[in-house]
């Protein structure tokens, strides 16, 4: 079982701050995705990465894929209450159709 | 669309019955997926199908049955429930040579 590493594992924080998530592999990850889970929901995808070095942004989110394509960072701008949420990365060692899930980096937004 | 739906949404069992929990996806997915999501373990895969009448088994299976007879359709039984059973369920499907999961809103399951 190849294993995501996220850290922090959880993030409280004032609306305005910026901050970074990690998700680390020892592993290499033909693709790499991030979700966010609202609580009582299902996660949602935000974004998916799929060349090493690969910067996405997504409004105030800016996503990472690392050179060797085993790790990942998701920074958030100016933070707002709205973002507050379960935080995931899933990862796909071959065929994109098998996901492996990191434990989740639980976001708090204090207005 | 609705997406992938899921039913019940909320179910208590004692232990020892069974049940079966739906999964519906309206999207032509080819790929369904059963997870469990516990705290502090995040999402564990149970089963998945890459197709209609095919099922494989994931990380951990034990003490669950599924089966897909449509190819819209993925169930996820529990033949005698257990304590350790409790758990939110997310089901979540997937179209071919496409990147990203859709889940649906889960099953939140208690075994007394």
């Known amino acids: 079982t190849q294993l995501l590493e996220q850290s922090p594992q959880f993030l409280s924080i004032q609306e305005g701050e910026n901050l970074t998530v990690y998700c680390n592999s020892s592993?290499?990850?033909?693709?790499l995705q991030w979700y966010r889970q609202e609580p009582g929901e299902g996660p949602v995808l935000l974004v998916t990465v799929v060349t090493g070095g690969e910067v996405k942004k997504l409004k105030r989110l800016t996503f990472q894929f690392g050179d060797a394509r085993k790790d990942s960072s998701l920074h958030i701008t100016a933070a707002q209450p709205g973002d507050t949420g379960l935080y995931l990365c899933a990862g796909a060692p071959g065929s994109n159709y098998k996901l492996t899930f990191g434990k989740g980096t639980l976001l708090t937004v204090n207005p | 669309n609705a997406g992938v739906t899921q039913t019940p949404k909320f179910r208590v069992l004692k232990t020892g019955q069974s049940m079966t929990l739906l999964c519906a996806q309206d999207m032509n997915h080819e790929y369904m997926y059963w997870y469990r999501q516990d705290p502090g373990m995040g999402l564990r895969l149970i089963h998945y199908?890459?197709?209609?009448?095919?099922?494989a088994k994931g990380e951990v299976p034990d003490g669950y049955n599924v089966s897909r007879l449509k190819k819209q359709n993925f169930l996820l039984g529990l033949e005698s429930a257990a304590p350790s059973q409790t758990s939110v369920y997310f089901c979540?499907?997937?179209?071919?040579?496409?990147?990203?999961?859709?889940f649906g809103s889960g099953t939140r399951l208690t075994v007394v």
């Open positions: 592993s290499v990850f033909s693709s």
């Open positions: 199908s890459v197709g209609e009448g095919t099922t």
């Open positions: 979540a499907s997937l179209k071919q040579n496409n990147y990203g999961y859709t």
